[in-house]
C-alpha cells in the first residue's frame, strides 16, 4: 500500500509513519499555546524530527471541541511563517490541518505536501481542486458539523457503515476534482463527534476500512476518551493511554498516527510493528 504526496511516494505496506502535531495556536487543548510563536513552533517541529517523526503536522485553527472559527487571513498569517521556515530547514513532508483552500493554497505554495482537512473535503467546495492542482496528499478525516458543534449529535445508526459511506462520497468527489485515490488517506476521526464507546469501537473495528486499500490515520493523542476511561487523567497523564490506543490501533490496520509525544510513540510505534510483521 502506497501513499502519494506532490512527488513523493511512501510504501505502507509494512511501515508505520509518525505525524507530530505543531499547533500554531493560542487555545489548542493540550499543547496551551506554546508553539504560538513561529520561531518556537519551528523548534519544537525540529525536535519531533529529531525524535523520529516523518510528518509535521501543522495547524493555525484550534480544533478542540467547542473550538470557534478563525478567519482565513488570521490563520495564514499563523501558519505561513511556519511552514517556511521548516521547509528551509528540513525536507521532511508537512501536512497542513485546516478546511479553508485559501489556507491550503498558501501552504502548498510555501512548501506543504499534504492537506489534512478534518471536514473530509467537505465544508470549502474549492478544497478538492487545490488538492488536484498541487498533487497534494489528502488526509479525509470524519467528521459531523464543526468541532464546535460536533459532540451534540453522537448517535448513529451504525457508526462503521455510516463513516465507511462518507469514506466512498469523498474518495469519488476527490477523484472528479483530480486526485488519484493513491493520494488519499482516511481518518474515522477519533474524538470529533464521538462518544467514548464509539472511539473505542472504531479503533477495535479500524481493520473494517482496510477495504478501501487506502492508508488508515488515527489520532487518539492526548485525547478526553483516554482522560475518561483513567479516572479524569489530565493532559500529561494520558501517554499510556495513547500508547495502548496508538499499538492497539496499528495492530488493526492503521499505518500512519498523529502524536503529540513523538519520542515515546516513536517506541510504541516500532515495537508493535515489528511484533505484526514477525514470522
Known sequence: ???????????????????GIINVTPDSFSENGKNFESEAAVQSALKMINDGADIIDIGGESSRPGAESISSKEEIRRIQPVIKKLR???????????????????????GADIINDISGFYSDHQMKYIAGKYNSGCIVMHMRGSPKTMQNDTKYTNIIEEISIYFKNAIVMLGDAGTDEGFICLDPGIGFGKSVHQNL???NKLS????????????PSRKSFIGNILNNAGLNDRIWGTAGSVSTAITRGARIVRVH??????????????????E
Open 1 to 19: 500500500m502506497k501513499f502519494q504526496f506532490k512527488e513523493r511516494c511512501v510504501d505502507l505496506t509494512s511501515n508505520i509513519m509518525l505525524m
Open 88 to 110: 528551509n530547514q528540513s525536507d521532511i513532508p508537512i501536512s497542513i490541518d485546516t478546511t479553508k483552500s485559501d489556507v491550503a493554497e498558501i501552504a502548498m505554495d510555501n
Open 201 to 203: 469501537l472504531l479503533i
Open 208 to 219: 473494517h476500512f482496510n477495504e478501501f486499500e487506502r492508508p488508515i490515520l488515527i489520532g
Open 261 to 278: 509525544d513523538v519520542a515515546e510513540m516513536k517506541d510504541v510505534c516500532t515495537v508493535t510493528n515489528l511484533i505484526i510483521n514477525a
